[in-house]
């Protein structure tokens, strides 16, 4: 994955300023991965990790634990775009298995794979807690309900045109 | 000068993706271009709990809700009834029926939710004006014991799911010596199905706040966590933002209201764990660790967040501390049943025709919850089960709903949990929704013990197995024998109650199951069999 040094330089900006926010030691770790996730797209490149680790003097892994353990974290490189599909059980009933099928045919990716142009990650995750809403995803940090196959198509092609 | 007339437009995530902010703008377009804006103010709010019909929005003084479901509607509803006064009756809605069953008069008291939808969340003034921060003042003039004391008599009890008696946890961890101590709000909602908690977080922060400093008064804490789930973005920018206006006017930081008491509050994003609703692995993840479960005891009461004692709360409880405060614990005894007083707040999702949030006293039967406030099934599909408690709870049928929803429904084999009420219908199949659940253990296992990770697996690798056609007889007994197994050696309550969905699903629809074994195709028809393998024979000629 290629990135700039600028944004090295943001990444340490922004996890000093993180650092201040700190109460008691460690609490401030996650807030950091987020950040970091946000200026790699998506993910946390061991260059990401290494700037936590340095700035917030943890043990690299420490990082590595944390970005593994959590399932918002990656650190393989995902799309430009990551999609959670909510799975579970209230979203499944209403549609959700539809839309699930629509989804992997539509982006041409099982869950857990990026697309070949490197736009879409497909994930699923576990309650997204916008069940009056379901079936349900995010894209980012964008969410989107009452999800039919239709529908799902409509918004990939919308950020599929936006590329 | 203030407006005559006010709209309060839901703007919820929920309502958010109903369209919410698009008929704001319009509607404030509108008024702008028709010179309107110094008689017409539109206010965001949280939400009533209505959903899947679009976005609710109440006109005041006159007092009319209506449900706008296209920019059609808010274009009717401002022509007709903001330029001519004219109701536009086919798109109002009636809230008093719509929570009213015919046959029960379910009516839903509004406890916890009491300013949730009725207030601007982002405005401190309006909280107070409906008594915020009153009971945080009467506390700060008496001693911890006396505000320990109504919480205790009052029988309130952890909303997260677990039900600990709140005022006893909260005199334990006053009774902890330390120089230290932490109030931790578990806004950690993961469980499938559960939306309330970020309802209130997003219609209501201040009573959070309030409630965490009144609970930092009481045990003798000066900081406080609130750790909010990752992916609830829009709860987590309200509550910092909150947080911020409560410290301007001196509601949180040094000498509260002018007292020696001081409190801060600082926010925390969770990563993606459902085992971290679990108060000592949430505890874990905010030192900055993998969220994975502790050894108790000792429980954090004594040794809680970075080894000091702790008072963790979900944000349900702490709702409830303000109104308990003000009313008293008799009043809020009225409500509920003996051993679990107060309400509830329900969330109804599924195939159900009203999805939403609803607060209901304890005690309220499954039936009047479907059909007083939920309107039935959906689309006229008949019920088939209904899974209650979120995904680690029960799976009932039919005939249980005539129990009482309350901690104690659990002897007649329905869990409370989180409150969380799935409706399914008969299109689905038992096994595909037992895989599901399955998969959603072996998924969120932490995999700190051999017998939840490996057993979870297990478990979902059998049902697929019968998903696909592929089942054998004896692997039915496996599911029992392993689940129970689990139960009997997991280290934590994610491990320690997956008998609740896995084998109340698999008891219940047990037919279900063995009809999938050795057939052709799943009876229901969801289930993808897989074709039998056909080998090729090459023919000699």
Request: aromatic residues 8%; hydrophobic residues 35%; glycine residues 10%.
């Amino acid at each position: 994955m290629k990135f700039t040094m600028n944004e090295i330089q943001q990444l340490k900006a922004r996890v000093e300023e993180i650092k201040t926010q700190k109460m008691e030691s460690g609490d401030e770790l996650l807030m950091a991965l987020h950040t970091a996730q946000e200026l790699f797209n998506n993910s946390i490149p061991i260059k990401a990790a290494e700037v936590i680790s340095e700035v917030l003097k943890v043990k690299m892994n420490r990082v590595y634990e944390l970005a593994t353990f959590y399932s918002m974290y990656s650190t393989r490189p995902r799309g430009k775009h990551l999609i959670r599909f909510c799975e579970s059980l209230p979203c499944h009933v209403v549609g959700g298995r539809e839309v699930t099928e629509a989804l992997k045919k539509i982006l041409g990716v099982k869950v857990g794979e990026t697309t070949k142009d490197g736009l879409f990650t497909l994930e699923t995750s576990s309650c997204l807690g916008l069940c009056g809403v379901g079936p349900v995803m995010m894209i980012d940090g964008e969410a989107y309900g009452n999800l039919t196959p239709d529908r799902v198509k409509e918004i990939i092609d919308s950020y599929r045109g936006e590329k | 000068m203030r407006q005559v007339t006010t709209i309060l437009i839901s703007m919820d995530s929920n309502s958010l993706l109903s369209g919410a902010k698009e008929y704001e703008e319009l509607l404030k377009s509108l008024i702008n271009d028709h010179n309107m804006s110094d008689l017409i103010q539109v206010i965001e709010t949280g939400t009533y709990g209505i959903y899947g019909k679009g976005v609710v929005l109440q006109i005041l003084p006159d007092n009319v809700y209506y449900v706008v479901n296209s920019s059609k509607d808010v274009l009717k509803i401002f022509e007709e009834h903001l330029l001519k006064g004219r109701e536009v009756v086919n798109l109002t809605i009636d809230l008093k029926r719509l929570k009213l069953s015919k046959v029960h008069e379910t009516k839903e008291t509004r406890i916890v939710l009491r300013n949730a939808g009725s207030i601007d969340p982002s405005n401190i003034e309006e909280y107070i004006a409906r008594d915020g921060y009153a009971a945080l003042a009467n506390v700060l003039k008496m001693k911890p014991d006396e505000v320990i004391q109504p919480i205790k008599d009052s029988g309130l009890r952890g909303r997260g799911g677990a039900g600990f008696p709140t005022g006893l946890k909260w005199e334990m961890t006053k009774n902890s010596k330390s120089n230290k101590k932490y109030v931790l709000c578990n806004a950690d909602e993961g469980e499938p199905g559960t939306f309330k908690d970020r309802l209130i977080l997003e219609g209501d922060p201040y009573s959070i706040l309030e409630a965490m400093t009144i609970a930092g008064y009481a045990i003798g804490s000066d900081t406080g966590y609130i750790y909010i789930r990752g992916e609830y973005y829009e709860s987590i920018e309200r509550i910092q933002k909150a947080i911020e206006t409560a410290e301007k006017i001196g509601l949180l930081g040094e000498n509260i209201l002018g007292s020696d008491f001081s409190f801060k509050i600082s926010v925390r994003p969770g990563a993606g764990a459902y085992v971290v609703g679990d108060e000592t692995a949430l505890m874990e993840s905010l030192e900055g660790k993998p969220g994975r479960p502790r050894m108790k005891p000792p429980y954090p009461t004594e040794h809680g967040l970075f080894g000091k004692p702790t008072l963790i709360n979900n944000v349900e409880t702490l709702a409830n501390i303000p109104w308990i405060i003000l009313n008293g614990a008799e009043a809020f005894r009225s409500y509920g049943t003996e051993d679990s007083p107060g309400t509830k707040v329900f969330s109804l999702v599924g195939n159900v025709v009203n999805r939403g949030v609803v607060e209901l006293e304890m005690g309220t039967t499954l039936k009047e919850i479907l059909y007083g406030f939920g309107g039935g099934v959906a689309n006229g599909k008949s019920l088939k089960m209904i899974q209650t408690g979120g995904t680690a709870g029960t799976f009932v049928k039919p005939d249980k709903l005539d129990i009482p929803m309350s901690y104690e429904s659990i002897k007649d084999g329905i869990s409370l949990g989180s409150g969380a009420i799935l409706v399914i219908d008969d299109t689905n199949c038992a096994v595909d929704l037992a895989k599901k659940a399955a998969k959603f253990y072996m998924h969120e296992s932490c995999g700190k013990c051999t017998p939840c990770r490996e057993g979870t697996r297990m478990i979902y690798k059998i049902l697929d197995d019968i998903s696909k056609g592929k089942g054998k007889t004896e692997q039915l007994d496996q599911i029992q024998e392993i689940s129970k197994r689990i139960v009997d050696t997991a280290f934590c309550p994610l491990g320690q109650f997956i008998n609740l969905p896995l084998l109340s699903i698999y008891e219940n629809f047990k037919d279900e199951f063995i009809a999938h074994i050795g057939a052709k195709e799943c009876p229901v028809g969801i289930c993808e069999f897989e074709k039998p393998h056909i080998k090729k024979v090459k023919i000699k000629r």
